[in-house]
């Protein structure tokens, strides 16, 4: 009876799930169980989303700034609460050898999301914030994604982008890999052809005007720090 019950219940995923997706409505917010958004960017980032996607726990922090997930992900042994009372879809990732970081961004792919914003994944430790880092840098080619901490906005960028900013925001440049070749203008310090190195890559730079471009050989992290 189990083994019939467990076919019925596969089936019902894999026939409904396409038409629920189709039914999400852009702009996508992945919602993280990390540091809780205390700055106004990623809050309002939150609340002009129209589907927010939650990360496991991360649906009780975002219960608890008066919002509500469209869906959870991962593999709920973070939530506070009877699945039944979110009222929303719960779909189990059980994959133990990936973060429910890398879980969500897969699912997030399959299922034919691919621009998104990330809220509440930094913090709340150092080696959490890292990892999500990296795991930006990991799916650049396959999505794009928008970091939101709560002191700046991140995004991984390889080749050539043109990104908007603001007369005398600050901004660092930090590559992902080895001997990647950087050239920036629009910057107080422009960049030319150069191996951006540790420990100091190219942190701490600001913004001349409306936007600034950058043409890089490798990923980059480009960090663009908020105002107070």
């Given at each position: 009876?189990?083994?019939?019950?467990?076919?019925?219940?596969?089936?019902?995923?894999i026939f409904t799930m396409p038409l629920y997706?189709?039914?999400?409505?852009?702009?996508?917010?992945?919602?993280?169980?990390?540091?809780?958004?205390?700055?106004?960017?990623?809050?309002?980032?939150?609340?002009?989303?129209?589907?927010?996607?939650?990360?496991?726990?991360?649906?009780?922090?975002?219960?608890?700034?008066?919002?509500?997930?469209?869906?959870?992900?991962?593999?709920?042994?973070?939530?506070?609460?009877?699945?039944e009372s979110y009222n929303c879809e719960l779909?189990?990732?059980?994959?133990?050898?990936?973060?429910?970081?890398?879980?969500?961004?897969?699912?997030?792919?399959?299922?034919?999301?691919?621009?998104?914003?990330?809220?509440?994944?930094?913090?709340?430790?150092?080696?959490?914030?890292?990892?999500?880092?990296?795991?930006?840098?990991?799916?650049?080619?396959?999505?794009?994604?928008?970091?939101?901490?709560?002191?700046?906005?991140?995004?991984?960028?390889?080749?050539?982008?043109k990104i908007g900013s603001f007369p005398g925001?600050?901004?660092?440049?930090?590559?992902?890999?080895?001997?990647?070749?950087?050239?920036?203008?629009?910057?107080?310090?422009?960049?030319?052809?150069?191996?951006?190195?540790?420990?100091?890559?190219?942190?701490?730079?600001?913004?001349?005007?409306?936007?600034?471009?950058?043409?890089?050989?490798?990923?980059?992290?480009?960090?663009?720090?908020?105002?107070?």
């Amino acid at each position: 009876m189990n083994g019939i019950r467990t076919t019925l219940i596969l089936h019902f995923v894999i026939f409904t799930m396409p038409l629920y997706i189709s039914q999400l409505k852009g702009p996508f917010v992945l919602f993280g169980n990390g540091e809780i958004p205390i700055h106004n960017i990623p809050i309002k980032i939150l609340k002009s989303a129209g589907t927010i996607l939650c990360i496991d726990g991360g649906a009780d922090k975002l219960v608890d700034l008066g919002l509500h997930p469209n869906l959870i992900l991962g593999d709920m042994d973070s939530l506070s609460f009877a699945r039944e009372s979110y009222n929303c879809e719960l779909i189990n990732l059980m994959d133990q050898s990936k973060t429910d970081l890398e879980k969500s961004l897969d699912w997030c792919c399959e299922n034919g999301i691919t621009e998104l914003s990330l809220v509440g994944c930094s913090g709340e430790q150092d080696d959490h914030n890292m990892a999500a880092l990296w795991t930006v840098v990991s799916y650049y080619k396959k999505m794009k994604l928008i970091f939101y901490s709560n002191y700046s906005k991140i995004k991984c960028v390889k080749g050539d982008a043109k990104i908007g900013s603001f007369p005398g925001q600050t901004i660092s440049i930090i590559p992902a890999k080895d001997n990647v070749e950087v050239n920036a203008d629009g910057l107080k310090y422009p960049i030319n052809k150069s191996i951006l190195e540790p420990p100091s890559f190219g942190t701490r730079n600001s913004v001349i005007g409306d936007h600034f471009s950058i043409q890089t050989t490798g990923p980059v992290w480009v960090f663009l720090n908020y105002t107070e």
